[in-house]
């Protein structure tokens, strides 16, 4: 019998994180949380991320931007970059769909996260600058589209690198993160920037702006890094480790 795997998140995630689609492995669904629900019991693997309502099913995993974020379950296994008490750390999986979008149609500095220090730091000096961004608290399908380089303030202060940190790489965009230790293969300078104080990343900004030929190779090695996310792939090995009785084949 076909394995079957259920997403369940909310609109913005779910174009993030995985596309529909029968694979070596099964088949995966995808169901945002404003498009009603599904019957768990049909599915091998059903499983959430951030906030997003996840039925009762015989295997559930919940993904999160860090542990502590979003409602949890003694019973769910949890996967998040970082935080304690988790199941798995990794970055969130990349929808197949992002490795197929097209360049942005005009250079666009993108700027995401949530009100913090950090952020109100580099818009003050960008504003001195004169570099402009267009500021969104959360990433999404959209935004990447737009933008010809990511600045991704997800979780500031982790040690980890941010959960869609894949996406940006998948969609041939450049990334800059805040520094982290835990890169989950990714290597900074190769393939994304890693920056440690405002000024450096504005230094990195304004040249991906004026100079992306500069930056072709780093989008290449980000795209290649970034296949180690694709959700085809790792919604197989997933269904494998929480369910070894099916057959995941296509690992």
Do not use: Y
């Amino acid at each position: 019998m076909t394995a079957r795997v259920l997403v369940v998140a909310e609109p913005g995630d779910a174009q993030l994180v995985a596309a529909p689609g029968t694979f070596a492995w099964g088949h995966l669904e995808v169901a945002s949380t404003d498009s009603g629900g599904r019957t768990a019991d049909r599915f091998d693997l059903v499983t959430a991320f951030g906030a997003a309502g996840l039925p009762s099913a015989n295997a559930s995993v919940r993904w999160l931007e860090h542990a502590g974020a979003g409602p949890r379950r003694i019973e769910e296994r949890t996967i998040a970059p970082a935080g304690d008490g988790l199941w798995s750390r990794r970055l969130w999986p990349v929808s197949d769909e992002l490795f197929e979008l097209a360049p942005p149609p005009a250079p666009l500095a993108l700027l995401v996260g949530r009100p913090s220090p950090l952020l109100e730091q580099l818009l003050e000096r960008a504003a001195d600058r004169r570099i402009a961004f267009e500021v969104v608290e959360r990433l999404t399908v959209g935004a990447i589209a737009r933008s010809s380089c990511v600045v991704l303030l997800e979780a500031p202060g982790s040690d980890a690198l941010p959960a869609r940190a894949a996406a940006v790489l998948a969609a041939r965009r450049v990334l800059l993160t805040p520094r982290a230790k835990v890169c989950f293969g990714l290597q900074p300078q190769l393939d994304h920037l890693q920056l440690d104080e405002p000024n450096q990343a504005l230094n990195f900004v304004e040249s991906v702006l004026t100079r992306p030929d500069a930056f072709v190779r780093l989008v290449h090695w980000g795209g290649l890094a970034a296949q180690r996310h694709r959700a085809s792939g790792i919604f197989g090995k997933l269904l494998a480790e929480v369910r070894p009785d099916r057959d995941a084949g296509g690992r």
